[in-house]
């Protein structure tokens, strides 16, 4: 049996690294580690980490979607 049977489970996946960005992108912000007066980490740095955890979850969950229907039942 294929682990995504459905391609709607492929949002799903993707869905996943979305929700750790939006996470990634909100604690130091909220707990407020990002300032660069304190000498934090760089704000710059936080936006990259979660932009590129954002186009990890699309490129994920198009490419899931993409073997889901391409294979054979």
Do not use: C, K, Q
């Not at 929700?19 to 936080?46: M, Q, R």
Request: no cysteine; aromatic share 6%.
């Amino acid at each position: 049996m294929h682990l995504l049977r459905h391609p709607r489970n492929a949002a799903m996946l993707g869905l996943i690294f979305v929700t750790i960005a939006v996470i990634y992108f909100t604690v130091p912000t909220v707990l407020g580690l990002n300032n660069p007066a304190s000498g934090a980490t760089n704000v710059l740095d936080i936006v990259a980490g979660a932009t590129m955890l954002l186009g990890l979850g699309i490129a994920m969950a198009l490419m899931a979607y993409v073997i889901a229907v391409g294979t054979r039942e």
